[in-house]
């Protein structure tokens, strides 16, 4: 039963967790199914908020009920109003009870600095089949690891060469999160993705569901990024790349071993599933010793041990994950496709870690990004609008309180954002078919995004002012 490496507890911990978050987002249709059955009723607004609280745990705002006996219920309104308030209660929970664990694992940190790297930058693709690789399919610590996503995975190059600099200049100037001349490095990874089960339908759609496509583009992008700050810099040698590919059928991933002198070769990789079979009938120790082997034999020369260490525990952790899939959904999920509740669009979603619940559109103005929510309004076409529901679209801008000014700033670009999605995808919000909520969160604090407002209707604090 399963692989000795397997950490169980966790996986049905974390089964718990992907459980209770989506049947909240799932039952909403069926609620509302419900309450709609109910309008015609005497005493509806009571029935309908008794029912609400009873299986939402919040009510329904009332001006909607109200004017139920007039027209007909505004279901489109209800559903997005449903959505958000579930998206709401899932960030702050988050927040506060810390179900992936939390703020700072000082102990995986210090283990990634021992491998040799002082920060891990992660792109994976903005597929919310990929929503969950850094705290599921890789068991990697959220609060260790900066995650941005980009469709494609084709990560912005000046941006992370922005990145690049901070961090270095951090390390120079406060010593964190080590000090400049310790010999460490930045390591930025691509995570591509493919499916096994129907490569050349559910792969990823921005690269035509083609595999080495996917694979080769993220290795371009991750080049340029050594490029960009070699040129400039000529300090390439504190950037280690990584290029990594996920089977969204399996979770299981596969590693584009670099090779002793730093190259990564796109059509050639270690595949866990493989190092799963070779290993599941092993001791613990004599596994994660093979493991090691495995990947020095891949690398196929001298690679750095940290590396192989890094490595090796993206292995073992993933080891987990295949086991977590074949447990809870037979070896290969159900949701082949895109099945996500609500699109998020801007920067942060600190708090989003579950596949297939967020499609993300990385927008930090309105001009960039507009191409990734194309993508994600063609997604819930398909997901939401086909039923006659709304698109959710939840627009986050985080930002740093420590900066003055800063939190009006990102109120003023939700507020930008928000009027840009409207104007782009006018006929849908003309019918009610496309809803915004708007948040910003303090990303100097492990604390909840707050809400500024939304497309449905005025909230109390607005009525306030
Ligand atoms: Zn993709």
């Known amino acids: 039963m399963g692989h000795p490496l397997t950490n169980r507890e966790r996986n049905q911990w974390l089964w718990t967790y992907d459980n209770q978050v989506k049947s909240s987002f799932d039952k909403i249709v069926e609620v509302l199914k419900r309450i709609s059955a109910l309008q015609h009723e005497p005493d509806f607004e009571q029935k309908a908020q008794a029912l609400a609280l009873d299986s939402f745990g919040f009510s329904l705002p009332e001006e909607v009920l109200a004017k139920a006996w007039v027209t007909q219920l505004d279901m489109r309104s209800l559903?997005?109003?449903?959505?958000?308030?579930?998206?709401?209660?899932?960030?702050?929970?988050?927040?506060?009870?810390?179900?992936?664990?939390?703020?700072?694992?000082?102990?995986?940190?210090?283990?990634?600095?021992?491998?040799?790297?002082?920060?891990?930058?992660?792109?994976?693709?903005?597929?919310?089949?990929?929503?969950?690789?850094?705290?599921?399919?890789?068991?990697?610590?959220f609060s260790s690891v900066r995650r941005r996503p980009y469709a494609g995975a084709m990560f912005d190059v000046e941006r992370t060469v922005t990145r690049w600099i901070k961090t270095e200049h951090r390390r120079h100037r406060e010593g964190v999160p080590n000090q400049a001349h310790e010999d460490t490095r930045y390591l930025k990874v691509v995570i591509y993705h493919f499916s096994s089960l129907d490569p050349h339908h559910q792969?990823?759609?921005?690269?035509?569901?083609?595999?080495?496509?996917?694979?080769?583009?993220?290795?371009?992008?991750?080049?340029?990024?050594?490029?960009?700050?070699?040129?400039?810099?000529?300090?390439?040698?504190?950037v280690t790349l990584l290029l990594l590919g996920l089977d969204t059928d399996t979770d299981a991933i596969r590693i584009h071993v670099p090779t002793a002198d730093g190259?990564?070769?796109?059509?050639?990789?270690?595949?866990?599933?493989?190092?799963?079979?070779?290993?599941?009938?092993?001791?613990?120790?004599?596994?994660?010793?093979?493991?090691?082997?495995?990947?020095?034999?891949?690398?196929?020369?001298?690679i750095e041990e940290g590396m192989v260490r890094f490595i090796s525990r993206l292995l073992e952790n993933n080891i987990s994950q295949i086991d977590f899939v074949r447990q809870f959904h037979k070896g290969a999920y159900g949701d082949a496709g895109h099945a996500?509740?609500?699109?998020?669009?801007?920067?942060?979603?600190?708090?989003?870690?579950?596949?297939?619940?967020?499609?993300?559109?990385?927008?930090e103005t309105v001009e960039e990004g507009a191409a990734d929510l194309?993508?994600?309004?063609?997604?819930?076409?398909?997901?939401?609008?086909?039923?006659?529901?709304?698109?959710?679209?939840?627009?986050?801008?985080?930002?740093?309180?420590?900066?003055p000014g800063s939190r009006e700033r990102a109120v003023r670009s939700c507020e930008r954002i928000a009027a840009a999605v409207h104007g782009r995808y006018q006929d849908l919000s003309r019918q009610g078919l496309l809803h915004t909520l708007l948040t910003v969160r303090d990303g100097d604090h492990h604390k909840p995004p707050e809400v500024l407002g939304s497309s449905l209707l005025r909230t109390p604090m607005e009525e306030a002012h």
Not at 86 to 92: A, D, G, Q, W
Not at 111 to 123: A, I, K, R, S
Not at 341 to 361: D, M, P, Q, S, W
Not at 379 to 398: A, E, Q, T, Y
Request: hydrophobic content about 40%; some cysteine.
């Open 79 to 141: 559903f997005a109003w449903c959505v958000f308030e579930t998206y709401k209660r899932t960030s702050e929970d988050f927040f506060t009870s810390n179900p992936l664990g939390g703020e700072e694992d000082t102990a995986f940190d210090s283990f990634v600095q021992d491998c040799g790297f002082h920060l891990l930058d992660v792109t994976p693709c903005a597929d919310g089949r990929l929503a969950h690789a850094i705290s599921y399919a890789l068991r990697l610590p």
């Open 203 to 238: 792969g990823c759609a921005a690269h035509g569901s083609n595999d080495a496509l996917a694979a080769s583009s993220g290795l371009n992008r991750l080049h340029d990024f050594r490029q960009a700050v070699e040129n400039s810099f000529c300090c390439g040698a504190s």
């Open 263 to 302: 190259a990564t070769n796109g059509n050639r990789w270690l595949d866990a599933r493989e190092v799963y079979s070779q290993t599941v009938t092993m001791a613990p120790d004599a596994a994660r010793e093979a493991i090691g082997e495995r990947v020095r034999q891949e690398a196929g020369g001298a």
């Open 340 to 363: 996500e509740r609500f699109i998020g669009v801007g920067i942060g979603f600190k708090e989003i870690h579950l596949r297939n619940l967020t499609y993300f559109a990385h927008m």
């Open 374 to 403: 194309d993508v994600g309004i063609k997604i819930f076409k398909g997901l939401n609008i086909s039923r006659g529901l709304p698109v959710p679209v939840v627009i986050r801008h985080d930002f740093h309180s420590s900066v």
